[in-house]
């Protein structure tokens, strides 16, 4: 089933300083969202919210339709898969071993993993190019080939929804764009749920349905991409000049940054 957030009068702090004060949004089922905004805008803090890592002080966030609250977290890793910005192991675990793990919430207690678990890891890891180092141990891994391996993780955790924050930084373009070929058509075919923070203002028009601008812990911008990725969007935002074009190549809009 498709997982739609809905966020109202969201007010949250870290000690004295104020992230969010009354901020209200909707993220539809079915979309692929890009989270976008300069440093310290509140993305990341956004997706620690919604994925119940941290509790607002006021407001409400229902996850389609029910109360984040009302969710314990069994409940909410089968609904929710998380890609973070930075994992980090420190056990010689294998590749196929972490990917497994995203089946751990489907499995009962003590219970080994059945035919389907293994069938949804190996698809998993065929999916983000990483069976022919299943075996290796994750510790011995670049940076980029374990964001592969957390990706293939939340694959494996098949929640119609998954939460990205900033998993495609640590990767090379050519497997950036595979991964965001993949999520795209999963979006796109099966109904999947994406809501992703993300740097690169170029990669997210071309694969995001909708964009959420955030500055200061504000909604500057939500709507699709011809609706909000405007270049008076970018310089309110960004405080950058711009010139948005559609590039015929790729049949999306880009920018080129002119200072």
Same mark, same amino acid.
């Given at each position: 089933?498709?997982?739609?957030?809905?966020?109202?009068?969201?007010?949250?702090?870290?000690?004295?300083?104020?992230?969010?004060?009354?901020?209200?949004?909707?993220?539809?089922?079915?979309?692929?969202?890009?989270?976008?905004?300069?440093?310290?805008?509140?993305?990341?803090? +956004?997706? #620690? @919210?919604?994925? *119940?890592? $941290?509790?607002?002080?006021?407001?409400?966030?229902?996850? =389609?339709? %029910?109360? +984040?609250? #009302? @969710?314990?977290? *069994?409940? $909410?890793?089968?609904?929710?898969?998380?890609?973070?910005? =930075?994992? %980090?192991?420190?056990?010689?675990?294998?590749?196929?071993?972490?990917?497994?793990?995203?089946?751990?919430?489907?499995?009962?207690?003590?219970?080994?993993?059945?035919?389907?678990?293994?069938?949804?890891?190996?698809?998993?890891?065929?999916?983000?190019?990483?069976?022919?180092?299943?075996?290796?141990?994750?510790?011995?891994?670049?940076?980029?080939?374990?964001?592969?391996?957390?990706?293939?993780?939340?694959?494996?955790?098949?929640?119609?929804?998954?939460?990205?924050?900033?998993?495609?930084?640590?990767?090379?373009?050519?497997?950036?764009?595979?991964?965001?070929?993949?999520?795209?058509?999963?979006?796109?075919?099966?109904?999947?749920?994406?809501?992703?923070?993300?740097?690169?203002?170029?990669?997210?028009?071309?694969?995001?349905?909708?964009?959420?601008?955030?500055?200061?812990?504000?909604?500057?911008?939500?709507?699709?991409?011809?609706?909000?990725?405007?270049?008076?969007?970018?310089?309110?935002?960004?405080?950058?000049?711009?010139?948005?074009?559609?590039?015929?190549?790729?049949?999306?809009?880009?920018?080129?940054?002119?200072?």
């Amino acid at each position: 089933m498709p997982m739609g957030y809905t966020l109202t009068d969201i007010c949250f702090s870290y000690e004295n300083r104020a992230i969010f004060s009354g901020i209200s949004l909707e993220m539809e089922s079915g979309c692929f969202h890009g989270v976008l905004g300069p440093n310290g805008s509140g993305k990341t803090t +956004l997706l #620690d @919210l919604i994925t *119940g890592h $941290l509790k607002p002080q006021n407001g409400n966030i229902l996850l =389609d339709g %029910r109360p +984040l609250d #009302d @969710l314990n977290v *069994g409940e $909410l890793a089968k609904k929710c898969a998380l890609v973070p910005q =930075d994992f %980090r192991v420190n056990f010689p675990f294998t590749v196929a071993q972490v990917v497994m793990m995203g089946r751990y919430p489907h499995l009962g207690r003590f219970s080994a993993p059945e035919a389907r678990d293994r069938e949804l890891v190996d698809q998993a890891m065929a999916a983000t190019g990483i069976s022919d180092f299943s075996l290796r141990r994750v510790t011995e891994l670049s940076g980029g080939e374990r964001q592969r391996v957390v990706f293939a993780r939340a694959l494996a955790q098949d929640a119609p929804c998954l939460i990205l924050d900033e998993a495609f930084s640590n990767l090379d373009i050519r497997h950036a764009l595979a991964l965001m070929t993949l999520v795209a058509d999963r979006v796109k075919h099966n109904g999947l749920t994406v809501i992703s923070v993300m740097q690169d203002l170029n990669l997210a028009a071309r694969f995001c349905g909708s964009l959420l601008f955030l500055k200061n812990g504000r909604v500057a911008a939500h709507g699709t991409v011809d609706e909000v990725f405007t270049e008076s969007v970018i310089k309110a935002v960004f405080n950058v000049s711009s010139r948005v074009y559609f590039d015929e190549t790729i049949h999306c809009k880009q920018v080129v940054f002119i200072k």
